[in-house]
């Protein structure tokens, strides 16, 4: 015969009323602290009490507030649990009082109001809560109907007792005097540490609100001022640190999450992951969801995720059709999604709301770039470009940007134009000079295209592409190949993969007769080519085998 280890019937219910003990006190917490860990322990222990023992009647209709707070049960569910508590003990004015109040929040003011008469037979002396709830529902009755003397009277008799003898009503004292002192002990903690914090006294005011989380348990509260002070004193990494703690206490807080989202952005890109994750936690809140959807995008950018960016930034659109910023950062995942003519939808569309002139300039420089670049349409992309410029007359980059258009085109008076413009407004600008150096090298105004390419490089030593243009121009301007070649040299110097410019040093010491450092430099543009096939490789092998012949 098996042996069986049976759990005495004494020991089962001594487990029940020490269940319902501990969920009573969690239950208490969760009422002064609204901590979402303390509501879950409540209705576990409410749940093992009453698997433990059926009939206790108080484990019932606790249950169902929890359950209902929490959106676990509906209200008729939470009225059929207050019954099931009626039917074990039909004098428990608490469950009645539950059982009211269930009735009201379901719209059956007269049950509810009968509910609550019942407990005040039941409560005597203590009676307050009952009264205070029954002048509620006759309020409510009123609003609803033709109000009278009598309805009036009676709202102000229970409402008025209700009120005085809360004094006497023993467990809302109890509740009260625990709120008060839990409420005064968190005031105590935050008025020191904020006192530390205004005196510039850091660290003590970290400790003091550390002791606060420890001994108050409203870590979220305290934890968060941690936070916060971390964040202003710039030590992102406890920043962090203590906004995860917080969330921790509180995990369904909206205003921490969006702290830990903006500091992991901004600060903690390696932590992508988790800012998408608590941007995803924040949709659920059903608050600025297109905002969030905007953040989103920017965050699956970052992860180079084209596919999820774009649909969250379509999501954005959708709730919020008419807002440029939304449009145009849809445009840009677009064309990372090589969409190229919804990209042209949305720039359009962000371009005729027109928010601000310059902003609007430059996504018309967007936009005339995908003309001129993807389409090859030179007259939609110098009409857009043109547009950018009448908005915004000093953008450099899109009047620059109209001077390559020219160039492509053919066009190479107009592009000096533009290029010369470009300098009246920014005389500093390296990149102008560069390029209206280019274009007189094209019309053969090499000593002009010269004194261009040297204010470039004067402007910015390190700019690669002028120092190499310039050696072009000594080489095959004017056949300086000794000159020519010290420009090259320091454009491979500045970028090691610069095709063009090791196939150029090449060419110059080719000119300076120096066979071994013009092969040397015609592999390396060679090896280069075959990742960045800039240059026909035949030819680089031509040359290099000419050397040699």
């Known amino acids: 015969m098996s042996e069986q280890i049976l759990l005495n019937p004494a020991d089962k219910e001594q487990d029940a009323i020490t269940a319902l003990e501990k969920a009573r006190l969690y239950h208490e917490k969760y009422l002064i602290k609204q901590q979402e860990k303390d509501l879950e322990n409540a209705i576990s222990l409410y749940v093992d009490t009453i698997k433990l023992n059926p009939g206790i009647p108080e484990a019932y209709y606790r249950l169902a507030s929890l359950l209902y707070e929490k959106g676990q049960i509906t209200v008729n569910g939470a009225i059929e649990q207050c019954r099931t508590a009626l039917t074990l003990s039909p004098d428990n004015a608490n469950a009645h009082i539950y059982t009211g109040y269930f009735l009201g929040v379901s719209g059956d003011y007269e049950a509810a109001a009968e ?20 002048s509620k529902i006759i309020m409510e009755q009123m609003k609803n109907k033709q109000k009278n003397v009598a309805s009036i009277a009676q709202f102000l008799y229970y409402f008025l007792s209700g009120s005085l003898m809360i004094m006497w009503d023993y467990p809302t004292i109890k509740m009260l005097y625990k709120y008060l002192a839990d409420d005064f002990s968190v005031f105590s903690f935050k008025t020191l540490g904020s006192t530390c914090a205004k005196m510039r006294m850091i660290p003590s005011a970290l400790d003091i609100y550390s002791k606060g989380a420890e001994k108050t348990e409203h870590g979220d509260v305290f934890y968060q001022r941690m936070g916060d002070l971390s964040l202003e004193c710039d030590d992102m990494i406890t920043c962090l640190e203590c906004y995860r703690k917080a969330l921790e206490n509180a ?27 608590y941007y995803n936690k924040l949709l659920e809140f059903g608050i600025d969801n297109d905002k969030i959807y905007y953040e989103l995008g920017h965050l699956y950018l970052k992860k180079e995720d084209r596919l999820h960016a774009a649909t969250a930034f379509k999501l954005a659109v959708d709730l919020e059709p008419e807002n440029p910023y939304y449009n145009n950062s849809l445009a840009f995942a677009y064309i990372k999604c090589e969409l190229y003519d919804d990209a042209i939808e949305c720039y359009q569309k962000a371009i005729k709301i027109n928010p601000d002139a310059k902003w609007t300039a430059i996504v018309c420089h967007a936009l005339g770039a995908i003309y001129g670049e993807i389409h090859g349409n030179f007259e939609a992309a110098e009409a857009t470009f043109q547009a950018a410029i009448a908005l915004d007359p000093e953008n450099v980059d899109v009047q620059l940007s109209l001077g390559d258009l020219y160039m492509a085109k053919g066009d190479i008076d107009g592009a000096i134009k533009v290029y010369c413009d470009t300098i009246a407004i920014d005389g500093e600008n390296y990149l102008s000079y560069s390029k209206v150096g280019l274009a007189l090298w094209e019309k053969d105004y090499l000593e002009e ?32 190949a000794k000159t020519a070649i010290e420009y090259f040299e320091n454009a491979c110097t500045l970028n090691p993969n610069y095709t063009l410019a090791h196939f150029n040093a090449g060419r110059a010491a080719q000119a300076l007769n120096k066979k071994s450092l013009a092969a040397e430099y015609y592999q390396l543009a060679m090896n280069l080519n075959k990742l960045t096939n800039d240059l026909d490789e035949k030819d680089i092998r031509e040359r290099l085998y000419e050397l040699f012949d």
């Not at 901004?266 to 988790?274: A, H, L, R, V």
Request: hydrophobic share 45%.
């Open 115 to 134: 509910e609550f008469r019942i407990a005040i037979k039941k409560s005597g002396m203590n009676s307050a809560r009952p009264r205070l709830f029954l």
């Open 251 to 277: 995990p369904d807080n909206r205003e921490i999450m969006i702290k830990l989202a903006t500091i992991i952005q901004t600060y903690f890109p390696e932590e992508i992951d988790e800012a998408i994750d």
């Open 449 to 480: 295209s010269l004194v261009a390419f040297h204010k470039s490089i004067d402007l910015n030593p390190e700019f690669d592409i002028a120092q190499n243009n310039i050696g072009v121009v000594y080489l095959d301007g004017f056949g300086d």
